[in-house]
């Protein structure tokens, strides 16, 4: 599955983003879906995901901030991230899998990425 994320940009903090990730190739109502980012210098981390079910989870960073959604017409996944704060500034990922998983490692098709900046 080929995987397009979008929707990044700058915002102050507290504001609010949308990100998107549009795919092809597949549909992903059969994958695992997932956001990770990247800060700079620093190592990706897993942000959510959403199964098949629509079961979602969260990191404890943003559990509570941001919520993932699918709409499985369209193909897409999102990611609503509400309260940003600075430390949220990063490069941001969506990814597929077909397990129930954190690991990166166990994502095979990654998205491009999404910058997100947040200014103080």
């Known amino acids: 599955v080929q995987l397009q994320a979008s929707g990044g940009g700058l915002v102050q903090a507290g504001g609010s983003l949308r990100l998107s990730c549009a795919a092809s190739?597949?549909?992903?109502?059969?994958?695992?879906m997932a956001w990770f980012r990247q800060a700079l210098g620093k190592e990706r981390e897993f942000v959510g995901g959403?199964?098949?079910?629509?079961?979602?989870y969260y990191s404890a960073s943003v559990k509570g901030r941001f919520t993932i959604s699918r709409d499985n017409a369209k193909n897409t996944v999102y990611l609503q991230m509400n309260s940003l704060k600075p430390e949220d500034t990063a490069v941001y990922y969506c990814?597929?899998?077909?397990?129930?998983?954190?690991?990166?490692?166990?994502?095979?098709?990654w998205g491009q990425g999404t910058l997100v900046t947040v200014s103080s």
């Open positions: 990814a597929a899998s077909r397990i129930v998983t954190r690991s990166a490692s166990d994502f095979g098709s």
């Open positions: 190739g597949r549909a992903l109502s059969s994958y695992t």
């Open positions: 959403i199964t098949g079910g629509t079961y979602t």
